[in-house]
């Protein structure tokens, strides 16, 4: 690619004015803006070119502003509405967490600031101008119209493509789900099992297939997991959640030796892997009005609550950021947030930003979290803190005999 080294077309270059090609049309920022996203799938990999595709190359990946190619903590979205947003998820630095187009040519290309970073674009576009700061880019009224609607036609058409992309996406996650079996007497209820998890009778969310395909950069590979379907509260699954299993030397069933032994099949923003029904046993869509309802992020913490709680309505988020993105019925008037204990500040933040997001749909919200520590043991989230007891219980036991 030659993105990188592309400047002022050679038309402008040379002192002969605009030749075919070269736009001089006056665009504003937010135009500009838009039109650099549409790009996003030539510029990520010039700009990035320690990143790689996922999968079905919606998505370009890359280990953050730095490049380093040493992890995947980030990515830029290729397609669909959000076109040229890009996100990291590691330890970044701030205002490098997140951004679109511009803001990746202002941090890669060393520009001095937002300006510089719409002149860059505008030559990567083709876009040559006489407009400077200051001076107002008067358009006559059909003009202004027409680029109306022309925006208002790309951000239908990329619409379209996003929920073509999540009806393909859902179609294949359910195609997974339905093809595992009830966990009892499986794998999955083995790894369960090790982690101090104990139920007469296993959620019926929870399923189980001894092959599913895990892929990462470095080996594709079929391996058992553990399923659990992902729902809107219409009721709607729109994913899988996926727990990669193996064995252990020891002939114990624990999480697959990988980076990510989690993953999840589908878009599952705004969803959630409903554990407890609670005591009316209804759906998310049916529940009684008033009933709490309990979120935690991790499958194994809502089941430690299911078991402190046997009557109560529990649901599993999959992720921290996603629990404020959930939208519950009207009849949910308070979410319990069972948290984990996480210091890291990218943690704290999501936690706070999700709360808000709750709290500014109407619902009350509380927030619980294990202690610190358990006799000695450390704590980080529920499933440490159920182990931990079981272990002081256990000493007590031995200390009496």
């Known amino acids: 690619m030659e993105l990188a080294l592309t400047r002022w077309p050679e038309a402008v270059r040379l002192q002969g004015g605009p030749a075919e090609g070269v736009d001089m049309t006056v665009y504003s920022v937010s135009e500009?803006?838009?039109?650099?996203?549409?790009?996003?799938?030539?510029?990520?990999?010039?700009?990035?070119?320690n990143g790689q595709y996922n999968h079905n190359r919606t998505r370009w990946h890359f280990s953050g502003i730095a490049d380093t190619g040493?992890?995947?903590?980030?990515?830029?979205?290729?397609?669909?509405?959000?076109?040229?947003?890009?996100?990291?998820?590691?330890?970044?630095?701030?205002?490098?967490?997140?951004?679109?187009?511009?803001?990746?040519?202002?941090?890669?290309?060393?520009?001095?600031?937002?300006r510089a970073a719409v002149e860059e674009a505008k030559i990567r576009l083709g876009i040559v101008d006489d407009w400077k700061p200051g001076k107002p880019a008067l358009l006559p009224p059909e003009e202004r119209t027409r680029r109306a609607r022309e925006a208002q036609e790309r951000a239908e058409?990329?619409?379209?493509?996003?929920?073509?992309?999540?009806?393909?996406?859902?179609?294949?996650?359910?195609?997974?789900y339905l093809g595992g079996v009830r966990i009892a007497g499986t794998p999955a209820e083995e790894y369960l099992k090790g982690?101090?998890?104990?139920?007469?009778?296993?959620?019926?969310v929870l399923r189980f297939?001894?092959?599913?395909?895990?892929?990462?950069?470095?080996?594709?590979?079929?391996v058992p997991a553990m399923l659990a379907a992902v729902y809107l509260a219409s009721g709607e699954q729109v994913a899988t959640h996926r727990t990669y299993l193996h064995r252990n030397p020891e002939m114990a069933w624990i999480k697959l030796q990988v980076p990510k032994p989690k993953k999840v099949l589908g878009k599952m923003w705004g969803g959630f892997i409903p554990i407890s029904k609670g005591s009316s046993g209804k759906s998310m869509r049916d529940m009684p009005a008033g009933e709490p309802v309990y979120v935690t992020e991790g499958i194994e913490d809502a089941l430690v609550v299911r078991m402190m709680m046997p009557d109560a309505r529990i649901i599993s988020?999959?992720?921290?950021?996603?629990?404020?993105?959930?939208?519950?019925?009207?009849?949910?008037?308070?979410?319990?947030?069972?948290?984990?204990?996480?210091?890291?500040l990218k943690a704290q933040e999501q936690l706070e930003r999700s709360i808000a997001q709750q709290q500014a749909?109407?619902?009350?919200?509380?927030?619980?979290?294990?202690?610190?520590?358990?006799?000695?043991?450390?704590?980080?989230d529920m499933n440490d803190w159920l182990v931990a007891w079981l272990n002081s219980r256990a000493r007590q036991r031995k200390g009496a005999a």
């Open 32 to 49: 500009i803006a838009d039109k650099i996203n549409g790009m996003a799938r030539e510029l990520a990999p010039d700009l990035l070119p």
């Open 70 to 114: 040493k992890s995947h903590s980030a990515y830029v979205e290729l397609a669909g509405t959000k076109q040229g947003k890009w996100f990291d998820y590691g330890n970044a630095a701030a205002g490098e967490d997140k951004g679109d187009m511009l803001d990746l040519l202002r941090l890669k290309l060393g520009l001095a600031d937002a």
């Open 157 to 176: 058409r990329r619409e379209d493509e996003a929920a073509a992309e999540r009806a393909k996406a859902a179609k294949r996650a359910k195609s997974l």
């Open 195 to 204: 982690r101090s998890l104990f139920c007469e009778e296993w959620p019926g």
């Open 209 to 222: 297939r001894d092959k599913v395909w895990y892929q990462d950069e470095h080996r594709k590979m079929e």
């Open 317 to 344: 988020a999959i992720s921290l950021g996603n629990i404020g993105a959930i939208r519950l019925p009207a009849a949910a008037r308070r979410l319990v947030i069972v948290a984990d204990r996480d210091s890291k």
């Open 361 to 380: 749909r109407g619902l009350d919200v509380r927030m619980v979290m294990p202690p610190e520590e358990h006799d000695g043991e450390a704590v980080k």
